[in-house]
């Protein structure tokens, strides 16, 4: 099964919360696991990258937390901002970073 | 430093008419290159890939066509654009080892 599934589909958080962010997979092959954040009418950049021989990463306020035995990963983001305002996908690839299969993004709005 | 650049960056057209959209990449050699599309609201969904010139595979059958004519060109085409076929078409490329890079965008219109 090469679907990811993310949730929520929109989130709304006030300045300073902490928005996190689900993913859950079924392929088992799948070996890298990005975030990637989008600003209206913008390319995806790469937020942050985890591979599963780790269980958590982090990059300045952004954190995944990796779960191998239940096929999830989740991004959380501290101390938000109204500039985190955007939507966030979450993808998989196996074989290394290649052909990425992304969830369907959350859009996140952050109240100043 | 590497850029990746599309073009145009909209673009309106009639049902039937043909379409090229182009994407370049500087600053690195013989890359990864894809096109995703992107339809409103919904997650990026990938096209074509190619990891060398004139090597394209396909991942979803459809209207469309790839070709990569040069190391660092790749263009999305279509000999009569549907409907359907409206949304944003991203191109991204990468090497090996490393993440993928996203371009700015094409916004495509179907009248």
Redesign the interface.
């Known amino acids: 099964q090469q679907q990811v599934k ?1 949730s929520p589909q929109s989130l709304i958080v006030q300045k300073g919360g902490i928005p996190i962010i689900n993913c859950a997979y079924e392929n088992t092959a799948f070996d890298y696991f ?1 975030w ?1 954040q989008q600003f209206p ?6 937020l942050i ?1 985890i591979r599963p021989d780790v269980s958590e990463k982090k990059e300045g306020r952004f954190t995944i937390s990796f779960n191998k035995s239940a096929k999830q990963f989740s991004l959380h983001i501290m101390d938000s901002q109204p500039g985190d305002s955007a939507t966030y ?1 979450c993808a998989a690839s196996e074989g ?10 959350t859009t996140l709005q952050v109240k100043p | 430093s590497q850029t990746i650049h599309q073009w145009p960056a909209t673009l309106v057209q009639p049902v039937g008419s043909p379409l090229s959209l182009e994407c370049t990449v500087e600053g690195t050699s013989n890359p990864n290159l894809y096109w995703y599309r992107q339809a409103a609201g919904r997650g990026l969904q990938l096209l074509f890939y190619s990891v060398g010139i004139g090597q394209i595979s396909s991942e979803v059958p459809q209207n469309l066509s790839a070709s990569r004519p040069q190391d660092r060109q790749f263009i999305l085409s279509s000999k009569k654009l549907l409907l359907s076929d409206s949304g944003f078409y991203l191109c991204a490329w990468s090497l090996v080892v490393t993440e993928q890079f996203f371009g700015p965008g094409t916004r495509l219109t179907v009248l």
């Open positions: 993310q990005p990637y009418g913008k390319g995806p950049a790469l990258a996908f290394g970073p290649g052909k990425l299969i992304f969830g369907q993004g």
